[in-house]
């Protein structure tokens, strides 16, 4: 889960670029949920970049990630896919 806060009284819109890189796992995509949206995102390269507009106050993400064939404690955690986020201004922002 990923807490986003905006402690001023207005709306502002961003964009959430989210990298998600497999390793060697088998995990090629997954989900983040952010105000009810559910949005798919995949492994590789390419930055998964998702507007959001966040309200005053705290905005929770919830990032999914299936990983096929993996119980917990089962594999060491230099395997396991990582996820890394940003958090830009909407305006002239985007990696792309």
Known sequence: MLSLVNP???????????????RTSNA???HVTVN?????????????VIPVDLAPGTTRVRISI???????RSVPTNVLPTISATL??????GTG
Do not use: K
Request: some cysteine.
């Open 36 to 48: 009810g949206q559910r949005i798919s995102i995949a492994a590789g390269y390419r930055t998964n």
């Open 88 to 93: 830009l201004p909407a305006t002239g922002a």
């Open 66 to 72: 299936g990983t096929p064939g993996v119980r917990c």
């Open 8 to 22: 001023g009284p207005h709306p502002h819109p961003q964009l959430l670029e989210i990298t998600f890189t497999q």
């Open 28 to 30: 090629h995509h997954g």
